[in-house]
């Protein structure tokens, strides 16, 4: 067990001042039990905690840390942004620079508009696509997260074709209502759908790859046919990027799995763990956005001079190097071992992996979509979760969440990973 003291001390406090002592309920540990760490300082692959003990990280804040922590050029931009002035409310010249940037690497995108999160990201994308089309309704998926608008927070209608009821207080029926929860990989209830609803669906939205539930892949041709009924129904198809994009090469998910997107909603590594969300797509459509149309989206920190230096540093950086070749090489080291580990201590554990993002699924498996992914053990994930973090070693505190491997863990790092997954998984 690791030295606890000054972190336990810091969480009581958080306790009496913020809501679960945390500014994002998974940091609290609820899923896993116990409290969270406090960090210190990063550099790399590894977190210094507040009690000194040094862990290496599997979580890189969610997905931003792709080239570990304190990178020395993201360290060195957001400083020398710094001393310009950290916020100005008016145009500033890397707005520019990194929306050219984003339009290079992300073709489908004509034009880009920057916000301040993920979920700022994906809730402007769906009004974008409900005043482009004058339609109401959207259709999601379940297992996927899109941040916590209204809209978005909807779980799915007593039959696979009823709108969605409210899945967090606070969220008006008459909102959730609009919202067509689906099971992934359901290649038949989406097509019901479209054949029920097509004419009534502003946009359908699913992740690069569903990666807020574990992580779990796209079935061959599923995609592409989420495409074909959105465009044979006039609804808007929008990829959510914010983990997938310049996560799983420099295009993304679209990249990878050959897709055109209408819209995409990026953020993340796009602020290289500032606070930059962004949304962009096809320019007729983009063009609907205030102010030159009547879809009205705004920010007084969007395009915020700092988070745009962090961003086109981290970008830099992943092109000055062979940083996707990295992680997969990486990827593929853990995986084996990790596969191996778990066989060898009798322990059924489904690995899933794409690129740099992984899930070990405590359940024989295949997980092909949330039902699935919910006949995992909780209760032994717990386990093999603080039995990692005993070890130093620190894994995203859910079953249903997605880990990352940035440039920074060496093939070390994946190697001492697995002897101690190899001792723990025998303890459970
Ligand atoms: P943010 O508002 O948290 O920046 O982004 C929301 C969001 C949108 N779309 C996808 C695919 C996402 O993964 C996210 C946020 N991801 C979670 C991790 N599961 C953020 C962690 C947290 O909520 O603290």
């Not at 520019?96 to 489908?108: C, D, G, I, M, N």
């Not at 679209?254 to 990026?266: A, M």
């Amino acid at each position: 067990m690791l030295p606890r003291e000054k972190s336990d001390a810091l969480f009581a406090a958080a306790l009496n001042h913020i809501p679960g002592g945390v500014n994002s309920p998974v940091r609290a540990f609820r899923a896993v039990g116990g409290n969270p760490f406090f960090v210190a300082s990063a550099k790399g692959a590894w977190l210094t905690d507040v009690d000194g003990n040094r862990i290496l990280d599997y979580v890189g804040t969610w997905g931003p840390a792709i080239l570990g922590h304190a990178h020395p050029g993201i360290i060195a931009s957001v400083k020398s942004a710094a001393d310009r002035g950290t916020s100005f409310g008016i145009p500033n010249p890397g707005e520019v620079t990194l929306a050219q940037r984003v339009k290079e690497w992300v073709p489908s995108v004509g034009k880009i508009r920057f916000c301040n999160s993920g979920t700022e990201a994906c809730m402007s994308a769906i009004r974008l696509a409900r005043g482009f089309t004058g339609r109401d309704q959207i259709i999601k998926f379940d297992g996927c997260y899109h941040g916590h608008a209204d809209s978005l927070l909807v779980r799915a209608g007593s039959g696979a074709l009823t709108f969605g009821h409210p899945d967090s207080a606070g969220v008006p029926a008459d909102f959730a209502r609009h919202t067509l929860v689906l099971p992934f990989n359901d290649a038949d209830a989406v097509t019901a759908a479209f054949a029920t609803h097509g004419r009534e669906i502003a946009a359908l939205i699913v992740e690069g790859v569903p990666a807020n539930a574990g992580l779990y892949l796209p079935r061959p041709g599923f995609y592409e046919l989420l495409t074909r009924l959105c465009r044979e129904n006039g609804a808007v198809f929008i990829l959510d990027e914010v983990m997938t994009g310049f996560r799983l090469g420099k295009g993304g998910a679209q990249e990878r799995y050959g897709l055109t997107p209408d819209l995409s909603c990026f953020g993340k590594i796009i602020g290289a763990g500032l606070p930059v969300g962004a949304f962009g797509g096809r320019t007729d459509i983009m063009d609907q956005l205030a102010p030159l149309g009547p879809v009205y989206q705004a920010g007084t920190l969007s395009g915020n001079p700092l988070a745009m230096a962090a961003g086109l540093a981290a970008l830099d950086a992943l092109e000055s190097t062979d940083a996707y070749a990295t992680l997969e090489t990486l990827g593929l080291q853990l995986e084996a071992g990790m596969t191996e580990a778990a066989r060898s201590a009798g322990i059924p554990v489904t690995w899933q992996r794409i690129g740099s993002m992984f899930c070990g699924y405590f359940t024989p498996g295949p997980v092909w979509n949330l039902a699935d992914a919910l006949k995992s053990d909780r209760a032994r994930f717990a386990r093999f979760f603080h039995g990692m973090l005993d070890a130093g070693i620190y894994l995203a505190p859910s079953q249903f969440e997605a880990g990352f491997i940035s440039t920074a863990h060496s093939p070390a790092d994946i190697d001492a990973t697995i002897s101690a997954a190899s001792k723990v998984l025998r303890s459970l």
